[in-house]
């Protein structure tokens, strides 16, 4: 029992819940296909896609509210422009990004928004004017963020770029459930952290703190 309640306290503290969760796997690399796209992940019993958001109707009451806070890659690129020079190297594939890094709190809610307002325009708000929907979701995925604005954040392809001129792109995360690398916390790559937010809505581990203390 000791042991679960400091596994617990450990979790608190990466978790963007106030309850405790079970420990994460550290998630596989995948394969790299299309590099603006997330790759499709499939579970046991679901498919997952970055087209595939959880809704908010899938949240009971009396879930904890989710804390989302959108990081970004700052040691290895997602990819460079390619110069004519480096074309004979263009097929080299870059190392996946370790190290991350949040956005500020005010670049991290307006990104949160224009994601949850492409997720609305998706989700068939209107259904009536679909060539709308798509013209308005593709004019709500670039914000502009850190200092100056001179950088945007591409929502719907996770692509961190220079604004005014050419230059590296970095990956971009939405961070809902994170993971331990060495002595830094990371977040888990995102259709992981869908999967996982699929089972804690199943398993409702909130609730169990609810009966224990009712049977003490």
């Not at 970004?72 to 004519?84: C, Q, T």
């Not at 325009?121 to 670039?142: F, S, Y």
Request: net charge neutral.
């Amino acid at each position: 029992m000791s042991k679960e309640s400091k596994r617990g306290t450990f979790l608190g503290a990466i978790s963007p819940w106030n309850v405790s969760r079970s420990t994460t796997p550290q998630p596989d690399s995948g394969c790299n296909g299309t590099p603006d796209i997330l790759q499709r992940s499939q579970g046991q019993d679901h498919t997952v896609t970055h087209r595939h958001r959880l809704s908010p109707q899938r949240y009971p009451k009396d879930c904890p509210s989710l804390r989302v806070r959108w990081f970004y890659a700052v040691d290895s690129p997602k990819w460079k422009p390619a110069l004519v020079e480096q074309k004979k190297d263009a097929s080299k594939p870059l190392p996946p990004p370790k190290k991350f890094v949040p956005f500020s709190v005010k670049d991290s809610q307006a990104i949160e928004i224009a994601f949850q307002n492409i997720a609305a325009v998706e989700g068939g708000k209107d259904e009536n004017k679909p060539n709308e929907g798509i013209g308005e979701a593709q004019e709500l995925t670039k914000v502009p963020v850190n200092e100056d604005y001179l950088f945007d954040v591409d929502v719907e392809r996770r692509e961190l770029s220079p604004a005014y001129w050419i230059g590296p792109v970095y990956e971009v995360r939405r961070g809902t459930w994170f993971v331990q690398d060495g002595s830094t916390i990371k977040p888990c790559e995102e259709n992981l952290a869908t999967q996982l937010e699929e089972g804690y809505l199943k398993v409702k581990p909130w609730r169990f703190e609810e009966v224990e203390g009712s049977s003490s």
